[in-house]
């Protein structure tokens, strides 16, 4: 008995040794100027250009990435109508939690939108059709 007791207590000590070889990033995204919560924001973790881990904010701007193997990454916040705010050598631990808190500023117009060059066809008539100016119309009988 005291045998299959040790045997557990090696395997659980084992097991949790084994799990605890990743580290996690965890933090909450904030609006800078009102410190707002900011829901569905993509957080994007890179390690040499990469990906790695994914996640998007939840309504209270709280977001949790893991598991991540130990090292040192470039971690990206980005929302549409957001600054995008890259954030490189960022540390993840064995066993770990990193907490990484950012807060975004509100983009300027023309860094969100870009101008679209869009070349439209001419409008044509289909044929067997005709078009009607003012006068013609005037001219029409009323029933």
């Known amino acids: 008995m005291l045998i299959r007791i040790l045997v557990c207590l090696l395997l659980l000590i084992w097991g949790n040794n084994a799990y605890s070889q990743?580290?996690?990033?965890?933090?909450?995204?904030?609006?800078?100027a009102t410190y707002a919560p900011i829901p569905g924001v993509n957080v994007v973790v890179k390690f040499n250009g990469a990906v790695k881990g994914f996640a998007v904010t939840d309504e209270k701007?709280?977001?949790s990435i893991s598991p991540l193997v130990p090292g040192i990454y470039t971690v990206e916040f980005i929302e549409r109508g957001f600054a995008t705010v890259k954030m490189e050598d960022v540390p993840v631990e064995i066993g770990k939690i990193?907490?990484?808190?950012?807060?975004l500023a509100v983009a300027?117009?023309?860094?969100?939108?870009?101008i679209i060059n869009i070349s439209l066809p001419f409008f044509r008539e289909p044929p067997g059709t005709h078009t009607l100016d003012g006068e013609q119309i005037k001219r029409m009988p009323i029933r």
């Not at 990743?22 to 800078?32: A, D, F, H, I, N």
């Not at 990193?98 to 807060?103: E, M, Q, S, W």
């Not at 300027?108 to 870009?114: C, L, V």
Request: a negative charge; charged letters at 35%.
């Open 22 to 32: 990743t580290g996690k990033l965890s933090g909450r995204v904030l609006e800078q």
């Open 61 to 63: 701007g709280f977001y």
């Open 98 to 103: 990193r907490f990484l808190n950012v807060k």
């Open 108 to 114: 300027e117009i023309e860094d969100d939108f870009g």
